[in-house]
């Protein structure tokens, strides 16, 4: 078999200097393009799949991430946490 297409293997050590705890300090942590938001937390959250197949509808193109984050804010925002917590059923229709 004919390995010419192949790069040679090295045995150097890589290229790249080490990283230091200084330049852990100056980066700028990113998720995607932009940089990382300090005021969210990342957390596990179970929803019927109804509701995020409604959110994704909803959202088209964009987040529906943010849009669950937006549409949550404004219920507290209006305080319309709905009644059905109040009496103890958890689920309903959406």
Known sequence: MN???SSEISDDYDEYPEVT???LDR???R????PATS???KITLLLD???IEYFKAEA???????LINDTLRWA?????LGSSTESGDSESEI
């Open 27 to 29: 980066a700028v942590f």
């Open 21 to 23: 705890q200084d330049d």
């Open 60 to 66: 088209g193109e964009a987040d529906y991430q943010k």
């Open 3 to 5: 390995n010419s297409y």
């Open 49 to 51: 799949a109804a509701l």
């Open 39 to 41: 005021d969210k937390q």
């Open 31 to 34: 998720s995607g393009l932009r």
């Open 76 to 80: 507290i925002e209006h305080k319309n």
